[in-house]
């Protein structure tokens, strides 16, 4: 049950990563789909409503659900309530991971992360990690909550700072790389995943290889133009630790009164297709 805000919740929550695997095994899913409320594309309604329907319609073929708190924050001061109302309309056994990309000093990140998860009761959350290991600290602390460090965006801009090299231990790395060796080495929960745009699946790839252990989130697929192909064969190693996210394509697929229906076709063809390539990199690794 999740928290209206008001008060921190009570009840001791699952774990993130068994929450998660458990959703992805019983709608055979490696979909997450984001809620990002945004008044200029959705019909002509309230966004919670809007929101609601989106998660009962497709909620039996998701692993997760990924609300963007700047379209939230966005709506102004009723932002918050729609937040609680979409929060309490998802399904108990799906888990919702905060696209907060919060951090900052030590102090202010602990209050990130009272809120996000004790306030609102978010099972993970994404975490900019550009102040250090202090600033991440108070998340790795939540040993039950899942923390998605953001290493490799989906932008076009990711490459300005992202790709600089970086001398590591006596060997020249670009920063991405750095940043994901670091999340490994903060990985003593076993709670920590990483932001991997799927529009570099190279990069991709190469961060598989150095963390096989991490879960990644993958942003990028749909609107952006990444291809479910391509971020399959880059991380896929038979574990199945990653979720492929899709926002816009998801929930706008129609404005009409019918935008629900085709919201519930929309994911069931990006979770198939992920589905379908899954299956052709099994196949592929069983005969080499």
Request: aromatic content about 10%; some cysteine.
């Amino acid at each position: 049950m999740y928290n209206t805000g008001e008060m921190p919740a009570e009840d001791s929550p699952v774990a993130f990563m068994d929450k998660w695997r458990r959703a992805a095994a019983r709608n055979g899913s490696h979909l997450c789909v984001g809620l990002d409320p945004d008044p200029a594309q959705m019909p002509a309604m309230e966004p919670a409503a809007f929101l609601r329907r989106v998660i009962e319609a497709t909620s039996d073929l998701v692993c997760c659900y990924k609300p963007n708190l700047a379209f939230f924050e966005a709506l102004g001061r009723d932002g918050y309530r729609v937040l609680a109302d979409v929060l309490a309309a998802v399904p108990p056994d799906i888990p919702v991971l905060a696209d907060a990309k919060r951090g900052d000093i030590g102090h202010t990140s602990t209050a990130y992360a009272r809120a996000l998860f004790d306030v609102w009761g978010f099972d993970a959350v994404t975490v900019n990690p550009w102040g250090g290991a202090d600033s991440v600290q108070p998340f790795l602390e939540r040993p039950e909550r899942g923390i998605f460090i953001w290493c490799r965006g989906s932008n076009p801009g990711a490459r300005d700072f992202q790709d600089l090299p970086v001398l590591d231990e006596g060997e020249a790395r670009p920063l991405y790389e750095v940043v994901a060796l670091r999340a490994r080495a903060w990985n003593r929960h076993g709670n920590v995943g990483l932001v991997v745009g799927v529009t570099y699946p190279e990069d991709a790839a190469r961060l598989r290889r150095l963390c096989p252990e991490l879960p990644f989130l993958m942003p990028g697929l749909g609107a952006q133009g990444g291809d479910a192909a391509a971020a399959v064969r880059a991380v896929d190693d038979g574990t199945g630790g990653f979720l492929v996210n899709v926002s816009r394509q998801v929930l706008y697929a129609a404005r009409g009164p019918d935008f629900a229906e085709a919201a519930r076709a929309a994911a069931r063809r990006y979770r198939d297709e992920i589905n379908r390539y899954r299956a052709r990199a099994t196949g592929a690794r069983e005969t080499t």
